[in-house]
């Protein structure tokens, strides 16, 4: 039995010794989770562009305000309305949609809260303009709206050319919008593996946006920044004297794909991050030899890049998961039962979005529990 | 604007009709789920077994109680105690967690819960049983212990023959736990495509079934009941003169896999049963044609099993999913930014453990909004 009294709301007690935290449980090594904010933080500077970090990852209000307080970020971006509600509700002051909102109960709660955070938010379709428009003049704000343009993701995003000029006058000639930029962001480049194919794709993005400035400048239309850029490949964006701002979001966490791509670099993950977040997993079977079951499954930890790694415990790899187990290869037995392990997930954003709450380890024992503020927030 | 007030914290408002729902959002199609309810209902009577829903898909004690109060099921099974603990908090009285609980503290905590809801669970290691015992003492409450046997899906599960009866016999022998009988469940089989295949791994099942049962019988040791099966396979075990209790959970909603697997039965889903369960997804972004972007991407909806399939609109597929955002091919150019559509999710069970609520809607309104009880409760 434990010594300290837990229920069924939260996985640990701020004291806990490690041991005792109900797993499955999402778990933050905060030595490392403060070096990696401490290093984009330098980061950035060094490279003279503006973070703002990208919510997305860990939705949690704490982690926002601590890389706003400690780690230079001038604010966050995220990707729903709801997910922006709940972050300012929980203190964050500038936070950019860095994506399309379209419906128009989405905008109207937009500009809504736009009386109480600077907020911003993205645009690919002209149709859409006039509802952002009448919003802010309804609820007293203006709005800062970002031009959105596709290059090389092939999801949102306006052409290049004649569209985002098009796109952007008609932001600037609405009276309650500021046009703020634009959003350049390529999602999948982040990922890929081979360095030379990710800077080629970079390159590209590269020659987009220098594109698209020169053509605002050919009609008189100022841009007053380009923002975009993620973990993966923020070092590219950041130098290359193009981008005002860069929104990296894994950057704190690390998972096993992130892993994979700085294998290619030749690191142990990309940009020298270190592993932060990891699942805390229990051996709950035993069943035979060469094999065991841990509590950990597609409940706790999203597969759709991959299984987690199994961190620091050799000889046992993570081979397959159901809704809320994991099958183990344990080839040389050592594994009983209660045996606890640390899992890197596949992919750290839609895992946190699994949990309640991040259990925050320091020195053996529990230190902090920070709710995920804006967990299930996707509307 | 909606004519309807919302927040971040709920998509829909009861009344609302359903082109006014916040999307991403988890939606029940009423009348398919009530009738999904009354066939599994007259399949177990008909084949003179109990049902024992698994709650496992869906975490909901409005659907556990409906199951109960409506469609015959006996109580439900579940698999985590904090599961466990939510569902009786929500008015459950008979839980079969369906799986081995392990560790001291969770022990404890599922022998309290026995003090207000009839509480089984199963064991696969002789070394977990007197724990399981004293905590039933210290908590004055007898527990129904079921032996786990690994009958072919390789995950938990006591091996056959010896190992089985040993721990049946501990069980028996222990002051304050009941042996109530075998766990068999394969997982896996309940998804393989090929019926004949299917057929042939129950078959195997059914085998160490009987083998187990005949092993118990022949050192004199009682056993009250079998107890196992999933909505893939439950007319197998169900028929098969072996099983008292069968425990199927997807059959309420089907998601896109057990389509797969009643395509090759020559059915729209397996068992006739019908797609109760969608995401219903908004286009946020036109930006080429041939192609559009919608507002579920990994965070609406788990894809362990594959991607949605489009429900009911031709021309349509959904290509890939990144955390937000799916990519849709549009070939036709039929959708324009604000389109609703329904997705059939991969998976049903990790899906509901995505969203806070189900929205349940009938003749184009909303008529429900059920929590998802259990919703995150993993340890």
Redesign the interface.
């Known amino acids: ?2 010594d300290f009294d ?3 709301d939260i ?1 640990a007690v701020i004291g806990m010794p490690v041991a ?1 935290i ?4 999402l778990i933050i090594d905060l030595d490392a989770f403060e070096r990696n904010v401490a290093r984009m933080k330098t980061a950035a500077e060094t490279m003279g562009v503006r973070l703002r970090a990208h919510a ?1 990852t860990h939705k949690s209000a704490d982690i926002a305000l601590y890389q706003m307080d400690h780690g230079g970020a001038v604010g966050i971006c995220c ?4 997910e922006a ?2 972050l300012v509700r929980g203190g964050v002051n500038d936070v950019l949609v860095a ?8 905008i ?2 937009l500009a809504r809260l736009a009386q109480r955070a600077r907020i911003s938010v993205c645009v ?2 002209a ?2 303009v006039p509802f952002l428009d009448e ?1 802010a003049a309804r609820h007293g704000v203006r709005l800062d709206v970002l031009v959105e343009i ?1 290059c090389g993701g ?6 290049l050319g004649k569209p985002a000029v098009e796109l952007a006058a008609l932001v600037a000639a609405s009276p309650n919008l500021v046009f703020a930029g634009i959003q350049a962001y390529h ?1 999948n480049a982040q990922h890929i593996y081979d360095p030379a194919e990710r800077r080629a794709a970079i390159d590209a993005v590269l020659d987009m946006v220098r594109e698209t400035k020169a053509a605002l400048a050919s009609v008189g239309i100022a841009c007053p920044m380009v923002t975009g850029a993620g973990t993966g490949t923020y070092n590219l964006e950041g130098t290359s004297g193009l981008y005002d701002e860069i929104q990296p979001g894994s950057y704190i966490f690390m998972d096993a794909d992130y892993a994979r791509v700085g294998a290619s670099d030749g690191k142990d993950t990309v940009g020298g991050f270190e592993h932060a977040l990891f699942i805390l997993t ?7 030899s060469g ?1 065991a ?1 841990c ?2 499954g ?3 930890h ?3 890049s991959g299984l987690p790694l199994v961190f620091g415990f050799e000889g046992v790899r993570y081979l397959g ?5 994991g ?1 183990l290869a344990d080839l040389e037995d050592r594994l009983k ?2 045996d606890m392990l640390r899992l890197v997930p596949g ?1 750290c ?2 895992t946190c ?4 709450w991040f259990v925050g380890i320091r020195n053996g024992h529990v230190e902090a529990l920070w709710p995920v503020t804006a ?5």
Do not use: W, Y
């Open positions: 039995m434990a837990i229920g069924f996985p005792q109900q797993t499955p449980a997305k990707q729903k309305v709801s509600e709940a994506n399309e909102i379209t419906h128009p109960a989405k109207d709660r690919d379709d149709g859409v919003a596709d092939r999801r949102c995003g306006t052409l999602g229990s051996v709950m079977s035993k069943p035979a094999r079951v509590d950990a597609l409940k706790s999203s597969v759709d998961a159901s809704d809320e187990h099958n039962i209660n992919h954003d839609p979005n699994l949990h309640d967990r299930g927030k996707i509307f």
